[in-house]
């Protein structure tokens, strides 16, 4: 639990690539669902250079700089082209840092800025919509009364959710052990709703899903169970929200990430600490947090000044705080 799985490489990866992703799980930690996203974009990297001719061992920087610009003539997402750029960077440095390469070409070559977005959070009317979409009050039901109740109830990433296990689960005390980004843990607590959904599917749901026999010990450890008594994916999390979605009418406003950072939003709105909610989202940075939850600054110097004794007067809105109280 909490470690990086690793699964073999597309055929279409040499096995230099396959080294590479190897190398991101055992020296650099990089998460299973990292290494699936990084598989995608050396595979279609790789396609590019056999394309022209090239292999990365004779890529060029110039040549660098026309893939990015291939990219983008593709119409890919902003965010797609930038990750892509880096892991052609990182292969490339790789390669380098194990002396198959003298020369860097992908030390000129910057990855394409992405604009700062970020999903508009639903309003608590909408996430009524959302979890009263799911009527089924069998085993499936249940399973999924809890999946989102538990996603929207503690912020969770889907992964991280799919990826809980009975152990990780206290109902009596409402809490979950977590496992985030670098395998990292953190507590999160559960409210009254997420714990009474995750009691009922429990005690009434998961036992009508589970197997006569378990086919992996993963399996039958799982909080979450497919309908053939498997941990769920996150794949099939992602089918499970995207049909109560649908019928609720909200299919094109909604995700995991967008239930998450309504999570977010809506704590900070009834007066939630930003530092607990970065510890609760599992942030390693603040300003992480501050752009996640779209944390006004007026706001927050109307915290600072209502509640440290040194603050001075309050900032007026749009006002330069380097002019607060100037000695």
């Keep these: 639990m909490g470690g990086a799985a690793f699964a ?74 930038a990750r892509a750029t880096v892991v052609a960077r990182s292969l490339q440095r790789f390669l380098v840092a194990e002396g198959r390469r003298e020369d860097d070409p992908a030390s000129r070559v910057e990855p394409p800025s992405v604009p700062a977005g970020l999903p508009k959070a639903l309003s608590v009317e909408q996430v009524e919509r959302l979890l009263s979409a799911v009527v089924d009050d069998g085993p499936v039901g249940l399973r999924d009364r ?90 099939g999390g992602w089918l499970v929200l995207s049909g109560h979605a649908r019928r609720a009418g909200l299919g094109d406003v909604v995700s995991p990430h967008v239930l998450r950072h309504s999570c977010a939003t809506h704590m900070l709105d009834g007066g939630a600490d930003i530092r607990a909610v970065q510890e609760m989202l599992g942030h390693a940075s603040i300003s992480t947090t501050q752009r996640y939850t779209k944390v006004a600054t007026d706001r927050l110097w109307a915290v600072y000044a209502s509640a440290h004794p040194r603050a001075g007067r309050q900032r007026r809105a749009g006002e330069d705080p380097s002019g607060e109280d100037r000695p």
């Design 146 to 235: 809890a999946l989102l109740e538990l996603l929207y109830g503690t912020g969770v990433r889907i992964s991280e959710a799919v990826g809980l296990s009975l152990a990780d689960v206290d109902l009596e005390g409402r809490l979950a052990r977590v496992f985030g980004k670098g395998a990292k843990e953190r507590i999160v607590p559960l409210g009254r709703h997420a714990a009474r959904a995750l009691e009922r599917w429990l005690d009434d749901g998961r036992p009508a899903l589970a197997p006569p026999r378990w086919r992996r010990r993963d399996d039958e450890a799982a909080l979450f169970l497919n309908q053939r008594g498997g941990r769920l994916t996150r794949q």
């Design 8 to 81: 073999p490489p597309h055929p279409v990866l040499d096995g230099t690539a396959a080294e590479f992703l190897t190398w991101l799980v055992v020296e650099r930690g990089r998460s299973a669902t990292t290494i699936e996203a990084y598989r995608r974009d050396l595979r279609r990297y790789l396609e590019w250079l056999g394309e022209v001719g090239l292999t990365p061992d004779t890529v060029g920087a110039d040549d660098l700089a026309r893939y990015v610009g291939v990219l983008r003539e593709r119409g890919l997402a902003p965010a797609t082209v």
